[in-house]
């Protein structure tokens, strides 16, 4: 992990930049996130034995893939301890998971063919929902289930932002979710729906924030001196 500051808006809430070094912590807290996802538990098929194995190797297999494509990453400490982490998707990225060879193979060792199948679908649909001119991505985002409701994925969300506002290539922010008691959330923060995707007997939310770059003073106020 690197680049450390204070986030004001949260006075025990440590913004950091991750690195590789943080690969386990992240994967743990991502897993947890997402094991009671609804998205993920029909992607992966809740039902079918092996479920939190498939889970564990989607979410391995992406962090994998976003560090080895040098994409960013940030988290939330407390203490010691990383409780919260997202993963950002570059605006020029756009990526087509189905073109990653050597990331489907793996998948489909590791969480099967079926689920991965089901995951690259669901994937091409966000893909075509993406506005124009390009956005960032938020792929993964989680907050350790500790410490949920305590205000750190609102500080997560507002270091996301952040950092795609010091980006001049994009044009906003996307995230899905289908969990809908995180709407009013997501609306609070200014997201607006892009589209819906039907999962089975449920919706997962495609959502969309504008975020202009900033100002260069603002820029150059967050450059570390």
Known sequence: MRDTHENNNNADAVVVRLDETARNEAQSILCSAYREDPTFQYLFDHHRAGYDQRVRATVRELIDLYLDLNQ??????????????AFIGDPEL?????????????MVLTAGFASTR?????????????????????PLMG?????QNQGYGRVLLKAVEKLCEENPRGSGLVLDTGNSRYLPFYESEG???????????????????????????????????
Do not use: C
């Open 94 to 106: 756009r990526m087509n998971l189905a073109d990653q060879f050597s990331w489907r193979i793996r």
């Open 72 to 85: 960013d990453a940030v988290g939330v400490m407390k203490g010691d301890s990383l409780i919260a982490v």
């Open 191 to 225: 997201f607006q729906s892009l589209g819906k995707i039907r999962l089975g007997e449920f919706e997962d939310h495609v959502m969309y924030r504008e975020i202009k770059a900033g100002s260069e003073e603002r820029r150059n106020e967050a450059t570390p001196h």
């Open 118 to 138: 089901r995951y690259l679908d669901y994937h091409k649909k966000i893909r075509d929902l993406l506005p124009h001119p390009q956005a960032h991505q938020l």
């Open 143 to 147: 907050v350790n289930p500790q410490y």
